[in-house]
């Protein structure tokens, strides 16, 4: 039912902002009880959760990067976006979106986006 599409540049410049978007169809962000979460894996490491934002608007973020992270939405696009301040070359990696149903099993994955930080 639901699908998600990942969108954003592909390179970002050290100490600049990665600024990523995910258009969701086949549901509203807003609607009870959806969940739509940010993950990462960088290269050979595993999978790492940025954050999410759930369908009230609420936002929960990874303690780790917490201080640098901030998502949002567009209820008139239904998207979310990814913001992820301060980047340095640790921060490339495969950035997915994720979201789901609370008490469902399985999550809706996008296909993923690279985003490779370097000069």
């Known amino acids: 039912q639901v699908q998600l599409q990942e969108s954003g540049p592909g390179l970002v410049k050290p100490s600049q902002t990665l600024s990523l978007s995910c258009t969701v169809s086949g549901g509203s962000i807003t609607t009870k009880y959806y969940y739509w979460s940010w993950i990462r894996q960088a290269p050979g490491k595993g999978l790492e959760w940025i954050g999410m934002?759930?369908?009230?608007?609420?936002?929960f973020y990874s303690p780790s990067l917490k201080s640098r992270t901030a998502i949002s939405r567009d209820t008139s696009k239904n998207q979310f976006t990814l913001q992820l301040s301060s980047v340095s070359p640790e921060d490339t990696a495969v950035y997915y979106c994720?979201?789901?149903?609370?008490?469902?099993?399985?999550?809706?994955w996008g296909q993923g986006t690279l985003v490779i930080v370097s000069s």
């Open positions: 994720v979201g789901g149903v609370a008490g469902h099993a399985m999550d809706t």
């Open positions: 934002i759930i369908y009230s608007g609420s936002t």
